[in-house]
C-alpha cells in the first residue's frame, strides 16, 4: 500500500509541474501579449514557452519509466511465486486425483447452497450418471434399495445442516455394496461413497471358509467318536484336552468331559513316560512306529499298538486293540509247527527262504535229495550259497554260463506266479523244481524225482506211436476212446473224414464233442445216441452195428467194439455205392407213384366242367347283386353275398390246384418284367381292404419310398402277397396289427408278412408249407391249406427262398427274398 501511494504522488506531482509549466506559460502570454505584440517579442516567448513544457514532458516520462520499471520487477517476482505455487498446487491435485482413483470411488462436495461437485468414477450408481435434483440433494433412489436411500438422504441432509458425519453400507439395486462416509471439512460438506463388494464377497469366502473348517472338524470329530479305538489329544502341558467315545468307554470315565476334567489316563506312568522316550529317540532316527504296551480297557487286560506323535497345539495319539491279533498268532505259529512235521515226513523235498534269500526251513527228504551237511544247513545259508556248493559237488544240471542260470534261478524271488521248471541231474535223475513266492516274501521250493515216471511214460509213448503208425496205414476210418470218454486216437482216415481239426485231436476231446463235430456231417441223431451209449456205458459192454448217411451222400457202417480197462474201438466202413444202387431204384419206383397219383388227384378234382359252371354261378350273382333284372330284399342281397364270396372262395382254390398242377408238370412259365415294388404291394393290399375293415384289422407299410423295382413275375409277386396277407388276417383277431416289410440290399429283395396272432408250435410250423395242410390253430380261419404252399413254389420258381419265423404266442413272420441279379432259367418248385 506504501507503494501504490508512493507511484500515485510521483504521478501525481509529475503531472502538477506539468500542469504548472503549461499555467505558467499561458499567464504570462496573456500579460505580455500587448508587449510582445508591441515590442515583436512575441516569437522568443513563444519558445520559452514550448521549452518549459517540454522539460515537464520529459521530466513527468522519466518518473513514470521509473515507477513503471520497478512495478514490472515486483509483478515477475510475483509470477514467478505464483507460478511456483501453482506447481506444487497441481502436484498435490494429482496426488488427490490419484488416490481418488485408486479405488472405485465418488466425492461429492456441497459448498453452502451451491451445486454439489462430484469427482471420482460416476459410474458407480449401477451404471447411472450422478447428477442433482434441482432441491440440491443427489437422485439417490434411482440406484439404491429404497430404504437404503432414504437413509443416505437423510443423513446428507444432517450434514449439510448441522456438520453430524457418518458412516454406514448400502446396497445397490444391482447388488453391490457401497461404504458412505459424510464429514463436514472448511465449511463444506464432504460425502464418500466408496464400492466395497469385493471386500464383502472376500469377508463371506472366509466365513464360508471358516464354516466348512467347523463342519469338517465336526465330521472329524463324529468320526473319531464312532471307530472302536480310543483317541485322545493333550495340551503343550501334556494334559488331556480331548478323547474319544471309545477313550471314555475304555476307561470308565462316564462322560467325555469328566475323563478331560479328571485326567483319567488309558496309560499308566510307566508307559507314558517310555511314549516319551521312544518319541524322542524317533526325532533323531525318524522313524515312527507304534508301541505295544498292555493297559486295561473297561476292566480287562488288552494289548495295545499304541501311538502318539506331537502336533503344533500339543500331541495326539491312538491305541488300537491287537489282543485277538496276539491270540491268533500264537495259533499260527502252533499250525506252522504242526506243518513243519508234517512237511518233514513228505518224499518230496521242500526248502523255504525268507525275503533275504536265507534258508529258514528244509524237511529231511531235502537233506537226503542234494546230501547236504546239517550243520551247513542249520547255519542258514544264502539261496545261491548252496547252488555253489552243489555246483561243485556236480550235483547240478550242466551249464555252460553257470552264471545266467544262478541269475535266472534266483529271479524267481522277484516273481508273482509259481515257476516250475525240470533239472536233468549228471546222475540220470529227473527233477520238476517249483518256486512258490511266499505271501512274506521269499520262496518255497518243491523238488519232485520223476525220474522212474518218465522211464514208464517213455515206454508207453514209444508203445503208443507203433500202434499209431499201425492204425494210420488203415484205409478205414478207425478211432479209440478211452475209459474216460475222451478220443486217445483218430487215424488219418478219421479225421479227414469228419473234417477233424489236427489241435482238437491233440486236446483228447470229449466224446460229446466229437460226435458234435460229426454230426455237422450226418446230422441224424438217433445212431450217435447209440454210439454214445457203447462208448460211455457202464452196464453193458456190448458190441454195436449202426449205419451212418454223411451230407455229401456217403453211406457208411459203424461197428463199435468194447477193448479191456474200459476202452471202446469205434471202425467205419464205406458201402456209399451199394447203398446209392438201392436209393435210386427206391427213389424213381416213388417218383412215379407220386406221379400217378398226383395225375389221378387233378383229374378227379379239377376240370373245365367244373370251372365253367363256377364261372356262370358267378356271373349271374353278380348280375343279381347288381339288381339290374329287380329290386331285392335284404335277405337275398345276404344271400347272393354268401354265394359271391363262396364261388370266389372255391374259384381261388380250383386256380391254386392248376397252378401247383403247371408247376408240378414243369409246363408254368413266369412272364417276367420290370416291376413296381410299391404298386405291387398296394396292388395286393387292395384286395383286402374290405377284410381288414370287418376283421377289425390294422394294416401297417414299411416300405422305403426308394425301393425302386426288379424283374420278376409280376402277377406272381402279387398273388404271393395275397396269400400271405390272407394267411396273416385270417389268423389274427380284432384289435390287431399286420405288418408288410419290404428291404432291398445288393444282391436280393425281401418281402416280409408279420401278423401278431397266437403262433405255430414247432411240429405244426415244420409242415406248414406241404400241401393240404390246414390247422386253424383255435380260430375261424379255414382253408384248404394250399396258400403258403404256392408262396413258396412261386417264390423258388423266382429262384428265391421262404424263411419262418413263428412260436406260441409270438405271432408269424413269413419272409420272401428274391434274387435282383438276372435269375437263371425256371426250376421245377420242391415238392
Same mark, same amino acid.
Given at each position: 500500500?506504501?507503494?501504490?501511494?508512493?507511484?500515485?504522488?510521483?504521478?501525481?506531482?509529475?503531472?502538477?509541474?506539468?500542469?504548472?509549466?503549461?499555467?505558467?506559460?499561458?499567464?504570462?502570454?496573456?500579460?505580455?501579449?500587448?508587449?510582445?505584440?508591441?515590442?515583436?517579442?512575441?516569437?522568443?516567448?513563444?519558445?520559452?514557452?514550448?521549452?518549459?513544457?517540454?522539460?515537464?514532458?520529459?521530466?513527468?516520462?522519466?518518473?513514470?519509466?521509473?515507477?513503471?520499471?520497478?512495478?514490472?520487477?515486483?509483478?515477475?517476482?510475483?509470477?514467478?511465486?505464483?507460478?511456483?505455487?501453482?506447481?506444487?498446487?497441481?502436484?498435490?491435485?494429482?496426488?488427490?486425483?490419484?488416490?481418488?482413483?485408486?479405488?472405485?470411488?465418488?466425492?461429492?462436495?456441497?459448498?453452502?447452497?451451491?451445486?454439489?461437485?462430484?469427482?471420482?468414477?460416476?459410474?458407480?450408481?449401477?451404471?447411472?450418471?450422478?447428477?442433482?435434483?434441482?432441491?440440491?440433494?443427489?437422485?439417490?433412489?434411482?440406484?439404491?434399495?429404497?430404504?437404503?436411500?432414504?437413509?443416505?438422504?437423510?443423513?446428507?441432509?444432517?450434514?449439510?445442516?448441522?456438520?453430524?458425519?457418518?458412516?454406514?453400507?448400502?446396497?445397490?439395486?444391482?447388488?453391490?455394496?457401497?461404504?458412505?462416509?459424510?464429514?463436514?471439512?472448511?465449511?463444506?460438506?464432504?460425502?464418500?461413497?466408496?464400492?466395497?463388494?469385493?471386500?464383502?464377497?472376500?469377508?463371506?469366502?472366509?466365513?464360508?471358509?471358516?464354516?466348512?473348517?467347523?463342519?469338517?472338524?465336526?465330521?472329524?470329530?463324529?468320526?473319531?467318536?464312532?471307530?472302536?479305538?480310543?483317541?485322545?489329544?493333550?495340551?503343550?502341558?501334556?494334559?488331556?484336552?480331548?478323547?474319544?467315545?471309545?477313550?471314555?468307554?475304555?476307561?470308565?470315565?462316564?462322560?467325555?468331559?469328566?475323563?478331560?476334567?479328571?485326567?483319567?489316563?488309558?496309560?499308566?506312568?510307566?508307559?507314558?513316560?517310555?511314549?516319551?522316550?521312544?518319541?524322542?529317540?524317533?526325532?533323531?532316527?525318524?522313524?515312527?512306529?507304534?508301541?505295544?504296551?498292555?493297559?486295561?480297557?473297561?476292566?480287562?487286560?488288552?494289548?495295545?499298538?499304541?501311538?502318539?506323535?506331537?502336533?503344533?497345539?500339543?500331541?495326539?495319539?491312538?491305541?488300537?486293540?491287537?489282543?485277538?491279533?496276539?491270540?491268533?498268532?500264537?495259533?499260527?505259529?502252533?499250525?506252522?509247527?504242526?506243518?513243519?512235521?508234517?512237511?518233514?515226513?513228505?518224499?518230496?523235498?521242500?526248502?523255504?527262504?525268507?525275503?533275504?534269500?536265507?534258508?529258514?526251513?528244509?524237511?529231511?527228504?531235502?537233506?537226503?535229495?542234494?546230501?547236504?551237511?546239517?550243520?551247513?544247513?542249520?547255519?542258514?545259508?544264502? #539261496?545261491?550259497?548252496?547252488?555253489?556248493?552243489?555246483?561243485?559237488?556236480?550235483?547240478?544240471?550242466?551249464?555252460?554260463?553257470?552264471?545266467?542260470?544262478?541269475?535266472?534261478?534266483?529271479?524267481?524271488?522277484?516273481?508273482?506266479?509259481?515257476?516250475?521248471?525240470?533239472?536233468?541231474?549228471?546222475?540220470?535223475?529227473?527233477?520238476?523244481?517249483?518256486?512258490?513266492?511266499?505271501?512274506?516274501?521269499?520262496?518255497?521250493?518243491?523238488?519232485?524225482?520223476?525220474?522212474?515216471?518218465?522211464?514208464?511214460?517213455?515206454?508207453?509213448?514209444?508203445?503208443?506211436?507203433?500202434?499209431?503208425?499201425?492204425?494210420?496205414?488203415?484205409?478205414?476210418?478207425?478211432?479209440?476212446?478211452?475209459? #474216460?470218454?475222451?478220443?486217445?486216437?483218430?487215424?488219418?482216415?478219421?479225421?479227414?473224414?469228419?473234417?477233424?481239426?489236427?489241435?482238437?485231436?491233440?486236446?483228447?476231446?470229449?466224446?460229446?464233442?466229437?460226435?458234435?463235430?460229426?454230426?455237422? =456231417?450226418?446230422?441224424?441223431?438217433?445212431?450217435?445216441?447209440?454210439?454214445?451209449?457203447?462208448?460211455?456205458?457202464?452196464?453193458?459192454?456190448?458190441?454195436?452195428?449202426?449205419?451212418?448217411?454223411?451230407?455229401?451222400?456217403?453211406?457208411?457202417?459203424?461197428?463199435?467194439?468194447?477193448?479191456?480197462?474200459?476202452?471202446?474201438?469205434?471202425?467205419?466202413?464205406?458201402?456209399?455205392?451199394?447203398?446209392?444202387?438201392?436209393?435210386?431204384?427206391?427213389?424213381?419206383?416213388?417218383? =412215379?407213384?407220386?406221379?400217378?397219383?398226383?395225375?389221378?388227384?387233378?383229374?378227379?378234382?379239377?376240370?373245365?366242367?367244373?370251372?365253367?359252371?363256377?364261372?356262370?354261378?358267378?356271373?349271374?350273382?353278380?348280375?343279381?347283386?347288381?339288381?339290374?333284372?329287380?329290386?331285392?330284399?335284404?335277405?337275398?342281397?345276404?344271400?347272393?353275398?354268401?354265394?359271391?364270396?363262396?364261388?370266389?372262395?372255391?374259384?381261388?382254390?380250383?386256380?391254386?390246384?392248376?397252378?401247383?398242377?403247371?408247376?408240378?408238370?414243369?409246363?408254368?412259365?413266369?412272364?417276367?418284367?420290370?416291376?413296381?415294388?410299391?404298386?405291387?404291394?398296394?396292388?395286393?393290399?387292395?384286395?383286402?381292404?374290405?377284410?381288414?375293415?370287418?376283421?377289425?384289422?390294422?394294416?401297417?407299410?414299411?416300405?422305403?419310398?426308394?425301393?425302386?423295382?426288379?424283374?420278376?413275375?409280376?402277377?406272381?409277386?402279387?398273388?404271393?402277397?395275397?396269400?400271405?396277407?390272407?394267411?396273416?388276417?385270417?389268423?389274427?383277431?380284432?384289435?390287431?396289427?399286420?405288418?408288410?416289410?419290404?428291404?432291398?440290399?445288393?444282391?436280393?429283395?425281401?418281402?416280409?408278412?408279420?401278423?401278431?396272432?397266437?403262433?405255430?408250435?414247432?411240429?405244426?410250423?415244420?409242415?406248414?408249407?406241404?400241401?393240404?395242410?390246414?390247422?386253424?390253430?383255435?380260430?375261424?380261419?379255414?382253408?384248404?391249406?394250399?396258400?403258403?404252399?404256392?408262396?413258396?413254389?412261386?417264390?423258388?420258381?423266382?429262384?428265391?427262398?421262404?424263411?419262418?419265423?413263428?412260436?406260441?404266442?409270438?405271432?408269424?413272420?413269413?419272409?420272401?427274398?428274391?434274387?435282383?441279379?438276372?435269375?437263371?432259367?425256371?426250376?421245377?418248385?420242391?415238392?
Amino acid at each position: 500500500m506504501g507503494v501504490d501511494r508512493t507511484v500515485r504522488a510521483m504521478v501525481c506531482t509529475g503531472a502538477f509541474v506539468v500542469a504548472m509549466g503549461i499555467d505558467r506559460v499561458g499567464a504570462t502570454e496573456v500579460a505580455l501579449e500587448p508587449v510582445i505584440s508591441a515590442a515583436g517579442f512575441g516569437q522568443h516567448t513563444h519558445n520559452a514557452a514550448s521549452l518549459a513544457i517540454l522539460i515537464g514532458m520529459t521530466v513527468f516520462a522519466t518518473i513514470l519509466s521509473l515507477l513503471h520499471m520497478r512495478e514490472r520487477g515486483r509483478w515477475s517476482r510475483r509470477e514467478r511465486e505464483l507460478v511456483t505455487e501453482l506447481g506444487l498446487l497441481r502436484g498435490a491435485h494429482d496426488r488427490a486425483e490419484m488416490l481418488l482413483n485408486s479405488e472405485r470411488q465418488v466425492i461429492i462436495t456441497w459448498t453452502g447452497r451451491d451445486d454439489p461437485t462430484i469427482e471420482g468414477d460416476v459410474g458407480l450408481a449401477d451404471g447411472r450418471r450422478l447428477g442433482d435434483t434441482g432441491t440440491g440433494l443427489l437422485a439417490f433412489n434411482t440406484w439404491l434399495h429404497v430404504a437404503d436411500a432414504h437413509a443416505l438422504e437423510s443423513a446428507v441432509e444432517t450434514l449439510r445442516a448441522r456438520g453430524t458425519g457418518f458412516r454406514f453400507s448400502l446396497r445397490s439395486h444391482s447388488g453391490r455394496f457401497i461404504d458412505a462416509q459424510g464429514q463436514a471439512l472448511s465449511g463444506c460438506a464432504i460425502l464418500r461413497l466408496r464400492e466395497t463388494t469385493e471386500e464383502h464377497r472376500e469377508l463371506l469366502d472366509l466365513r464360508l471358509t471358516l464354516d466348512e473348517a467347523k463342519r469338517g472338524l465336526s465330521a472329524l470329530g463324529s468320526l473319531l467318536d464312532a471307530i472302536p479305538q480310543p483317541v485322545w489329544r493333550r495340551n503343550r502341558d501334556g494334559a488331556l484336552s480331548w478323547v474319544n467315545t471309545a477313550y471314555v468307554a475304555a476307561v470308565e470315565a462316564g462322560t467325555r468331559e469328566a475323563a478331560v476334567a479328571g485326567g483319567v489316563e488309558l496309560l499308566d506312568r510307566q508307559a507314558r513316560d517310555l511314549i516319551a522316550r521312544e518319541d524322542g529317540k524317533r526325532l533323531v532316527t525318524g522313524g515312527r512306529a507304534a508301541l505295544r504296551l498292555s493297559a486295561v480297557v473297561a476292566g480287562g487286560r488288552r494289548v495295545l499298538d499304541v501311538t502318539e506323535t506331537a502336533v503344533e497345539s500339543g500331541r495326539v495319539g491312538i491305541a488300537v486293540d491287537v489282543s485277538e491279533l496276539e491270540s491268533v498268532r500264537a495259533d499260527l505259529q502252533r499250525q506252522m509247527d504242526a506243518n513243519v512235521r508234517t512237511l518233514d515226513q513228505l518224499p518230496t523235498a521242500v526248502a523255504m527262504f525268507d525275503a533275504r534269500q536265507r534258508l529258514i526251513f528244509h524237511n529231511a527228504a531235502y537233506r537226503q535229495l542234494w546230501d547236504l551237511d546239517q550243520a551247513f544247513l542249520d547255519g542258514r545259508p544264502l #539261496d545261491g550259497e548252496i547252488l555253489d556248493r552243489l555246483r561243485a559237488a556236480r550235483k547240478l544240471p550242466e551249464q555252460a554260463d553257470f552264471k545266467s542260470w544262478k541269475a535266472d534261478v534266483l529271479a524267481a524271488y522277484r516273481a508273482v506266479e509259481a515257476n516250475e521248471t525240470w533239472w536233468y541231474l549228471p546222475d540220470g535223475r529227473s527233477l520238476r523244481v517249483a518256486a512258490d513266492p511266499n505271501p512274506q516274501g521269499g520262496l518255497t521250493y518243491l523238488f519232485d524225482d520223476v525220474s522212474e515216471n518218465m522211464k514208464l511214460e517213455s515206454r508207453y509213448n514209444a508203445l503208443m506211436r507203433v500202434q499209431a503208425e499201425t492204425l494210420d496205414t488203415l484205409k478205414e476210418p478207425v478211432a479209440v476212446f478211452g475209459a #474216460d470218454g475222451r478220443l486217445t486216437f483218430a487215424n488219418r482216415a478219421f479225421a479227414t473224414l469228419w473234417r477233424l481239426d489236427p489241435a482238437t485231436l491233440t486236446e483228447r476231446p470229449r466224446v460229446d464233442v466229437v460226435i458234435a463235430a460229426c454230426r455237422e =456231417l450226418s446230422p441224424d441223431e438217433e445212431p450217435w445216441l447209440d454210439i454214445r451209449g457203447a462208448i460211455t456205458g457202464l452196464e453193458s459192454r456190448a458190441g454195436l452195428t449202426c449205419r451212418l448217411e454223411v451230407v455229401d451222400g456217403t453211406v457208411l457202417d459203424c461197428a463199435a467194439q468194447p477193448l479191456p480197462e474200459g476202452a471202446t474201438l469205434l471202425t467205419l466202413i464205406d458201402i456209399t455205392a451199394s447203398v446209392n444202387v438201392e436209393r435210386a431204384l427206391t427213389d424213381k419206383n416213388d417218383a =412215379l407213384e407220386r406221379t400217378s397219383r398226383l395225375r389221378d388227384t387233378f383229374v378227379n378234382h379239377v376240370s373245365y366242367e367244373l370251372r365253367s359252371p363256377l364261372t356262370n354261378i358267378i356271373g349271374f350273382t353278380q348280375l343279381l347283386g347288381d339288381e339290374t333284372v329287380g329290386a331285392l330284399n335284404e335277405r337275398q342281397r345276404e344271400y347272393s353275398g354268401h354265394i359271391m364270396r363262396s364261388s370266389g372262395a372255391l374259384l381261388v382254390m380250383i386256380n391254386d390246384i392248376l397252378d401247383l398242377a403247371s408247376i408240378d408238370a414243369g409246363s408254368l412259365e413266369l412272364s417276367r418284367e420290370v416291376v413296381d415294388v410299391r404298386a405291387t404291394v398296394d396292388a395286393a393290399v387292395r384286395g383286402l381292404e374290405d377284410r381288414l375293415a370287418d376283421s377289425a384289422i390294422s394294416l401297417a407299410l414299411d416300405v422305403p419310398d426308394d425301393i425302386g423295382t426288379f424283374v420278376a413275375d409280376g402277377k406272381r409277386v402279387r398273388q404271393i402277397l395275397f396269400n400271405l396277407l390272407s394267411n396273416a388276417v385270417g389268423f389274427s383277431t380284432p384289435g390287431q396289427e399286420v405288418r408288410v416289410e419290404v428291404r432291398r440290399s445288393d444282391s436280393e429283395l425281401t418281402l416280409a408278412v408279420v401278423d401278431q396272432g397266437a403262433g405255430m408250435p414247432a411240429e405244426v410250423a415244420a409242415r406248414v408249407f406241404d400241401r393240404f395242410e390246414s390247422h386253424t390253430l383255435g380260430t375261424r380261419h379255414r382253408g384248404v391249406g394250399l396258400g403258403l404252399s404256392i408262396v413258396r413254389s412261386f417264390v423258388e420258381l423266382h429262384g428265391g427262398r421262404v424263411a419262418l419265423d413263428t412260436r406260441p404266442g409270438a405271432g408269424t413272420r413269413v419272409t420272401c427274398s428274391f434274387p435282383i441279379t438276372e435269375p437263371s432259367p425256371c426250376r421245377a418248385a420242391a415238392e
